[in-house]
């Protein structure tokens, strides 16, 4: 293979500072609604555990790509099996350079919507040269209905799908991408469709070993209801069921809602044959991506682990 391009540091660093703003998301509520979340958590937790409204126009004002400087771009909407509609941005290289057919998928985390994410997508096609795309869950932005474990499950196998059926992205070589919640999306996708041989990356960051192992964390209230949970993103058991994908783990060490300790122990279980570990000291749940040497971290990894352009 050719030598790999060095990473365009200008745009690491420009455009992930300009991502913080759009980043700043809570993962589940805000503390301040800890006691009362704690009395309908049974009852509520979907609303609690998928903040779709956060920020309050979430559902309707959604980012465009061409805000953020990029013109190679299609906006869909993909249906799926269960009638639903999701949002998504299909996005190109914008560099006219060779690209090694390669295709990102990015699940988001729990609150805003992938408009929010955008400028990571950016930084991402600029440094790999490859395709992104960017999947909005049901009941998110602009796709339909009401998110809950087993229908994000079908989201991303919809999106999966998507881009094997593609005609410029059905030879792609996958790498699939999530941030917190979107990290236990992934795992489960990945852990289901190991097998098919057009998966050869995964990446995680700040994500945790399941829903109620978290809610003692964020609503140390709602501690003794955390059994009463009914969506449970079991990643802890999922993860040590994928053996033959390289993964990267990303933990900023300054996370104040997943705690790190999450992102060591799913480490720790993993059982690829091929797994890096990599921190952001002062990368908290939302800025890790704007810590330096993030990007650089993607970088290295995607040549290294998975497209085997060792130094």
């Not at 190679?72 to 190109?92: C, V």
């Not at 059905?170 to 057009?198: E, F, K, P, T, W």
């Amino acid at each position: 293979m050719a030598d790999s391009p060095s990473p365009p540091s200008w745009s690491i660093s420009s455009m992930a500072n300009s991502a913080i703003q759009f980043l700043r998301l809570p993962v589940l509520a805000s503390s301040g609604l800890a006691v009362i979340a704690s009395g309908i958590l049974y009852f509520k937790q979907n609303e609690l555990i998928y903040p779709r409204n956060v920020p309050v126009d979430a559902r309707t004002n959604v980012p465009k790509p061409r805000q953020f400087g990029i013109t190679d771009y299609e906006d869909l909407q993909i249906p799926t099996p269960d009638g639903e509609s999701l949002h998504a941005l299909f996005i190109r290289p914008s560099k006219k350079r060779p690209t090694r057919n390669i295709t990102v998928m990015m699940f988001h985390g729990n609150a805003g919507n992938i408009g929010h994410r955008i400028p990571i997508a950016k930084v991402l096609e600029e440094t790999l040269g490859c395709n992104v795309l960017m999947l909005e869950y049901r009941g998110y932005g602009l796709s339909t209905g009401v998110p809950d474990e087993n229908g994000l499950k079908i989201d991303a196998q919809t999106g999966l799908d998507y881009i094997r059926e593609r005609a410029e992205t059905r030879d792609s070589q996958i790498i699939i991408y999530g941030q917190s919640l979107g990290g236990a999306v992934a795992i489960n996708l990945v852990a289901n469709n190991q097998d098919h041989g057009d998966i050869r990356g995964m990446i995680l960051e700040n994500t945790f070993l399941s829903i109620r192992k978290l809610i003692p964390t964020v609503f140390p209230p709602a501690r003794y209801l955390a059994r009463f949970c009914h969506q449970y993103w079991i990643s802890e058991e999922i993860l040590p069921k994928i053996t033959d994908i390289p993964i990267l783990f990303l933990s900023g060490l300054k996370d104040e809602l997943v705690p790190p300790p999450n992102m060591t122990q799913l480490f720790a279980v993993c059982k690829a044959n091929r797994k890096v570990w990599r921190t952001l000291p002062n990368g908290g749940h939302n800025d890790s991506v704007a810590e330096p040497g993030y990007f650089e971290h993607i970088h290295s990894f995607v040549m290294e682990e998975v497209l085997g352009e060792r130094k």
